[in-house]
């Protein structure tokens, strides 16, 4: 099976990398292969290797920063699945589009189903939102898998997790405390998880939209915890910082964010035949792995 992969660079990307099944040929594109802001680019990478599947982990990712760069985020968010969608058609591909959790709008507070509706509160959430609706409308729900998840980090990257570690360091030295919102609920992904779970999508054929995360809920506030508990535990750190419970409101950022974006993995988890890690034993995994690469 020939797979194309896209942001070949990212956190997932990276992941996805290292867990390929060894029968699987992979062409891997960072940015300088493929430009996922040109159309033509997408759809000449596909005329061209002809894949059996795309795997789409190419991504704008700034939640923030899409506020201001809203023809950015879309071309690359909404445009180039369009445009892979569009020429797998032709050439009788699949798509795997990986999306997000911030195309809820987070105000039903319980998990979220695959095929329910979408209403995303910011510019990255709508770009992400007119990707799956593209892929869907251009290959069909037989030929794409819009694989949804949350709150992504891994031991590369920019992540809260690395972030998160830098800052306990930092505050721990100085005494302050550590300052993060509590009042945001979903569930923390590593991405060596979510990279099996894309091997699976591909090895059982598995289309239509699927949820994917670890086990459990968090609030940043308790991910932020965990973190600096965890990071002592595998010597990242030699102390915690002490972390203060704050509020949305209390920490403005440029993109409004959805409170509660849990995603109910439950058909999907049947559908792939994967368990996922507890979010503490995925964080514990992601923690070692930094620890043992430095
Ligand atoms: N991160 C999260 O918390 C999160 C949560 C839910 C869902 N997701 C979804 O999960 C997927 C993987 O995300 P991730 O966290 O791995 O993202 P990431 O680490 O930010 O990686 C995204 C990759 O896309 C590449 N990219 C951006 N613009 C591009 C362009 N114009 N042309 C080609 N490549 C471009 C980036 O290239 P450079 O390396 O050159 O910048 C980067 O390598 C995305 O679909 C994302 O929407 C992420």
Request: proline share 6%.
């Amino acid at each position: 099976m020939r797979v194309l992969l896209t942001g070949a660079n990212g956190q997932l990307g990276q992941a996805l990398m290292v867990a390929k099944p060894k029968p699987i040929e992979l062409i891997a594109c960072g940015r300088a292969e493929l430009d996922l802001a040109s159309p033509q680019a997408c759809s000449e990478a596909v005329r061209f290797y002809r894949p059996d599947w795309v795997l789409n982990a190419g991504a704008y990712t700034a939640v923030d920063k899409a506020e201001s760069e809203p023809e950015l985020a879309l071309a690359v968010n909404a445009g180039a699945p369009a445009a892979l969608a569009e020429a797998l058609a032709a050439s009788g591909g699949r798509l795997l589009q990986v999306s997000t959790d911030f195309v809820f709008n987070g105000a039903q507070g319980f998990p979220y189903l695959p095929h329910q509706a979408v209403e995303p509160l910011g510019i990255y959430g709508i770009s992400k939102a007119r990707g799956e609706a593209a892929v869907l409308e251009l290959l069909g729900p037989q030929l794409s898998c819009v694989l949804r998840t949350s709150w992504l980090y891994g031991p590369i990257g920019k992540n809260f997790c690395l972030t998160m570690l830098r800052l306990h360091g930092l505050k721990a030295e100085s005494g302050e405390p550590l300052r993060v919102v509590a009042d945001q609920v979903a569930c923390p992904t590593h991405t060596a998880g979510l990279a099996e779970a894309c091997w699976k999508v591909l090895a059982n054929e598995v289309v239509g939209f699927q949820h994917w995360s670890d086990a459990g809920a968090a609030s940043w506030y308790d991910f932020a915890v965990a973190i600096g508990e965890l990071g002592v535990l595998a010597g990242l750190l030699e102390r915690p910082a002490l972390v203060v419970p704050i509020t949305t409101a209390e920490y403005p950022t440029a993109a409004r964010r959805p409170c509660y974006s849990l995603l109910d993995c439950s058909t999907s988890r049947a559908a792939l035949g994967l368990e996922p890690v507890h979010w503490r034993d995925g964080l514990l995994k992601v923690l070692s792995c930094i620890g043992t690469s430095n």
